[in-house]
């Protein structure tokens, strides 16, 4: 059984710190070097004791839900729990270092950024690696940047970046963002890249084909080094989003199936936080030829120590100094905790959790066969009611009708971290759900903090900063 | 369920309208796009002045479920654009061929208006 709390008053949920209690304060006098329209003199701030805020933050947590509280299985966001001695390592005074040090004086940074290079290189096959970009996104945005430098340098600028039409959408507006033309490519019968289409999509004017590989239905393209091939033969490259990662950890590596430019993802493929706007890591790995590219800087070993350098022809910095290094620890702990087995481990019990899952639901699942996701099909019900209905029986619902190649798709990914019992849990509600009409699907969820959210004004109406505190009074 | 087609007006099969007036035409979507879509909640397009042409994409048009590509049903220059969409993309759904119009376009070729679909012909296509 499963209710979520509920802390409301005066028909309002939990309401915010300052409605429970200010006081007005003086600020300031009248130096201050702003017009006087940015400045004022007093301001209203909450005035409360330690347990109200305590509680405060506590009620609000409880009327969340979270990796922390049950399963999450949106397919392709990739969303686990993180082991705790991750945060443990990040929050050692040791791991406080003030970027500006000098190398002399943080060695053991440097040490740990170099292993964490060659860890990423010999898991992803790549030659070179930068930790520098803060995000997978931005380490998209670094790979096709120095994709496009590497072509400008051949004195060969090409026009067009090749993205298969299941792709995630950061790919696309990766692709526009660094100047090139998105050639979209349909998925084939069977969910994969298709040859023909792809033979007519590559040319002179091919930069680079950014693939996910296994693609975002989980399946395996298992014509890869032929498509490695037909984009070389044309002088293109061959870019690795990291993002499905997880399902070849230990077992394959984009290097060998002739990728020549990935980002990893550290928060899906190892333990570091989902970004949501705060700070992450999305390293980049290249092969030697493209390596003098690579954002800067990196690290690398000199006379008895470690030493920052910049690659000869790098496109620059991306981020501040090296990267978000608490996140860069978080993910290299993780490695190092884990090791080669235990990595090898969690991608094989990233893909039998997904298949343990995918054979337990009533729901049926087009394409296969799959490795760390699945996207099943709610058929006539419609998805994103199917995916409110979940909620009634404590777990969180897939990512809903997305791919598009799936109709009323709900792409799954439970992840390497749930057991048998969590996983018979998430199938428990599918086939629940499964068995409802469709009345009680529309009315769906009854035991939820927040039941329908009223999307339509939420989207036509967005109140995005504390300027529409204001309105929301009115 | 029918959906309301105009016989006055010309069709997309990608269900978008445009009128045959003198002069500048107008262009909206249809009655069936805006319920397919469900509630539209932004709307880009064209400025004044822009080209556009025949069968190539014009603007966007985003509901809660899908985002879609627009498509010109003419070539021509933008004349008007409703900015009433901007504030109040509801139009679209409230009333796709009168208030909920996108554009207003002076076409380069008025007989291409004709290859385009009959009201009926439209008609046939989303029955």
Same mark, same amino acid.
């Given at each position: 059984? $499963?209710?979520?709390?509920?802390?409301?008053?005066?028909?309002?949920?939990?309401?915010?710190?300052?409605?429970?209690?200010?006081?007005?304060?003086?600020?300031?006098?009248?130096?201050?070097?702003?017009?006087?329209?940015?400045?004022?003199?007093?301001?209203?701030?909450?005035?409360?004791?330690?347990?109200?805020?305590?509680?405060?933050?506590? &009620?609000?947590?409880?009327?969340?839900?979270?990796?922390?509280?049950?399963?999450?299985?949106?397919?392709?966001?990739?969303?686990?729990?993180?082991?705790?001695?991750?945060?443990?390592?990040?929050?050692?005074?040791?791991?406080?270092?003030?970027?500006?040090?000098?190398?002399?004086?943080?060695?053991?940074?440097?040490?740990?950024?170099?292993?964490?290079?060659?860890?990423?290189?010999?898991?992803?096959?790549?030659?070179?690696?930068?930790?520098?970009?803060?995000?997978?996104?931005?380490?998209?945005?670094?790979?096709?940047?120095?994709?496009?430098?590497?072509?400008?340098?051949?004195?060969?600028?090409?026009?067009?970046?090749?993205?298969?039409?299941?792709?995630?959408?950061?790919?696309?507006?990766?692709?526009?963002?660094?100047? $090139?033309?998105?050639?979209?490519?349909?998925?084939?019968?069977?969910?994969?890249?298709?040859?023909?289409?792809?033979?007519?999509?590559?040319?002179?004017?091919?930069?680079?084909?950014?693939?996910?590989?296994?693609?975002?239905?989980?399946?395996?393209?298992?014509?890869?080094?032929?498509?490695?091939?037909?984009?070389?033969?044309?002088? !293109? =490259?061959?870019? $690795?989003? !990291?993002?499905?990662?997880?399902?070849?950890? !230990?077992?394959?590596?984009?290097?060998?199936?002739?990728?020549?430019?990935?980002?990893?993802?550290?928060?899906?493929?190892?333990?570091?936080?989902?970004?949501?706007?705060?700070?992450?890591?999305?390293?980049?790995?290249?092969?030697?030829?493209?390596?003098?590219?690579?954002?800067?800087?990196?690290?690398?070993?000199?006379?008895?120590?470690?030493?920052?350098?910049?690659?000869?022809?790098?496109?620059?910095?991306?981020?501040?100094?090296?990267?978000?290094?608490?996140? =860069?620890?978080?993910?290299?702990?993780?490695?190092?905790?884990?090791?080669?087995?235990?990595?090898?481990?969690?991608?094989?019990?990233?893909? =039998?959790?997904?298949?343990?899952? /995918?054979?337990?639901?009533?729901?049926?699942?087009? $394409?296969?066969?799959?490795?760390?996701?699945?996207?099943?099909?709610? /058929?006539?019900?419609?998805?994103?009611?199917?995916?409110?209905?979940?909620?009634?029986?404590?777990?969180?619902?897939?990512?809903?009708?997305?791919?598009?190649?799936?109709?009323?798709?709900?792409?799954?990914?439970?992840?390497?971290?749930?057991?048998?019992?969590?996983?018979?849990?998430?199938?428990?509600?599918?086939?629940?759900?499964?068995?409802?009409?469709?009345?009680?699907?529309?009315?769906?969820?009854?035991?939820?903090?927040?039941? &329908?959210?009223?999307?339509?004004?939420?989207?036509?109406?967005?109140?995005?900063?504390?300027?529409?505190?204001?309105?929301?009074?009115? | 369920?029918?959906?309301?087609?105009?016989?006055?007006?010309?069709?997309?099969?990608?269900?978008?309208?445009?009128?045959?007036?003198?002069?500048?035409?107008?262009?909206?979507?249809?009655?069936?796009?805006?319920?397919?879509?469900?509630?539209?909640?932004?709307?880009?397009?064209?400025?004044?002045?822009?080209?556009?042409?025949?069968?190539?994409?014009?603007?966007?048009?985003?509901?809660?479920?899908?985002?879609?590509?627009?498509?010109?049903?003419?070539?021509?220059?933008?004349?008007?654009?409703?900015?009433?969409?901007?504030?109040?993309?509801?139009?679209?759904?409230?009333?796709?061929?009168?208030?909920?119009?996108?554009?207003?376009?002076?076409?380069?070729?008025?007989?291409?208006?004709?290859?385009?679909?009959?009201?009926?012909?439209?008609?046939?296509?989303?029955?």
């Amino acid at each position: 059984m $499963y209710d979520q709390a509920r802390f409301t008053q005066n028909g309002e949920y939990e309401p915010l710190l300052s409605e429970k209690d200010s006081t007005k304060v003086e600020v300031g006098g009248d130096d201050s070097p702003l017009p006087d329209d940015l400045t004022r003199d007093s301001l209203e701030l909450p005035e409360l004791s330690e347990p109200e805020l305590a509680r405060h933050y506590t &009620r609000l947590s409880q009327m969340n839900y979270g990796v922390e509280t049950g399963p999450y299985p949106l397919g392709s966001c990739t969303m686990k729990y993180n082991p705790k001695f991750t945060e443990d390592v990040a929050a050692d005074p040791n791991a406080a270092i003030h970027p500006d040090r000098s190398e002399r004086s943080m060695q053991g940074t440097l040490e740990m950024l170099y292993h964490l290079q060659d860890y990423l290189g010999r898991i992803g096959g790549m030659d070179a690696v930068t930790l520098q970009p803060p995000a997978g996104a931005a380490g998209e945005f670094t790979g096709i940047l120095v994709a496009k430098a590497y072509h400008e340098a051949q004195g060969n600028e090409r026009s067009e970046v090749i993205i298969p039409a299941s792709a995630h959408g950061t790919n696309f507006a990766t692709a526009a963002m660094a100047g $090139y033309d998105v050639v979209e490519l349909p998925s084939g019968d069977d969910g994969r890249v298709d040859l023909d289409a792809l033979e007519a999509a590559v040319s002179e004017d091919t930069a680079a084909l950014m693939l996910t590989n296994p693609n975002t239905v989980g399946l395996f393209e298992r014509d890869i080094t032929e498509i490695a091939e037909m984009v070389h033969d044309v002088g !293109g =490259l061959l870019y $690795y989003d !990291g993002a499905n990662l997880n399902a070849l950890l !230990g077992r394959a590596r984009p290097g060998d199936m002739g990728f020549d430019i990935m980002h990893y993802n550290v928060h899906k493929t190892f333990a570091t936080p989902h970004g949501g706007g705060g700070p992450g890591a999305g390293p980049v790995g290249v092969v030697d030829e493209l390596a003098e590219f690579l954002s800067s800087p990196q690290v690398r070993r000199n006379d008895g120590g470690f030493e920052l350098f910049d690659p000869e022809h790098s496109i620059g910095k991306v981020h501040g100094f090296y990267g978000n290094w608490l996140v =860069l620890v978080k993910a290299y702990a993780y490695i190092a905790r884990l090791g080669d087995e235990g990595l090898e481990d969690a991608s094989a019990k990233a893909v =039998l959790n997904a298949n343990y899952l /995918g054979s337990q639901i009533e729901y049926d699942i087009p $394409y296969g066969p799959f490795h760390h996701e699945f996207a099943a099909t709610s /058929g006539e019900q419609d998805a994103a009611d199917v995916a409110k209905r979940m909620l009634d029986y404590g777990v969180h619902p897939p990512t809903t009708k997305w791919p598009e190649m799936v109709p009323e798709a709900m792409l799954t990914e439970p992840t390497e971290v749930e057991n048998r019992e969590t996983l018979d849990d998430l199938a428990t509600a599918f086939n629940a759900a499964h068995g409802e009409d469709d009345e009680t699907l529309e009315h769906a969820p009854n035991k939820t903090t927040a039941r &329908r959210i009223d999307q339509v004004s939420a989207a036509r109406n967005p109140r995005l900063s504390w300027h529409a505190l204001g309105d929301a009074d009115e | 369920m029918s959906f309301e087609v105009p016989d006055d007006l010309r069709y997309m099969e990608s269900h978008e309208w445009t009128s045959t007036d003198d002069g500048s035409v107008r262009i909206g979507i249809t009655d069936f796009a805006q319920d397919e879509l469900g509630d539209v909640v932004f709307v880009e397009l064209p400025g004044e002045g822009d080209e556009v042409t025949h069968g190539e994409e014009f603007g966007v048009v985003e509901s809660i479920k899908a985002v879609s590509d627009l498509y010109s049903p003419v070539s021509g220059t933008v004349t008007a654009v409703n900015e009433d969409l901007f504030d109040q993309p509801e139009l679209v759904n409230e009333d796709p061929f009168g208030d909920g119009w996108m554009l207003e376009v002076d076409p380069s070729d008025r007989d291409a208006l004709d290859e385009l679909l009959s009201a009926d012909e439209y008609r046939d296509q989303i029955e």
